[in-house]
């Protein structure tokens, strides 16, 4: 599956949600897209081209849904997470 195929009841399923109507789904969901696109320097159009940046963002969201939080700890950044994005970076600077 690619990243633009995720819908809210895939998150919500990954977090073992009852139902996807929870609010935060959304812009979680956005800040995972934006933190991907951040680290990796990629396009919207180029995610869908790795299908294993769908495991990075599922990993974001639940980090955040668990924390609370619409962004990630740069100094605390899950290591699959890192190791995912980093073969992927295209911005060294």
């Known amino acids: ?3 633009s195929e995720i819908k809210k009841q895939n998150v919500a399923d990954f977090l073992r949600l ?4 929870d609010t935060l789904l959304t812009p979680i969901m ?9 680290y990796t320097g990629m396009t919207e159009d180029e995610l869908d081209d790795h299908e294993d940046l769908y495991t990075a963002f599922m990993v974001l ?3 955040m849904y668990d ?3 619409m962004y ?3 100094n605390n950044v899950n290591r699959v997470v890192d190791s995912i994005l980093f073969r992927h970076r295209a911005n060294f600077v």
Request: aromatic share 4%; net charge negative.
């Open 72 to 74: 990630v700890d740069k």
């Open 67 to 69: 924390n609370r939080a």
């Open 61 to 63: 969201c639940q980090d």
């Open 18 to 21: 009852d139902d996807a109507s």
């Open 30 to 38: 956005d800040a995972a897209t934006k933190y991907i696109l951040d």
């Open 1 to 3: 599956m690619t990243i």
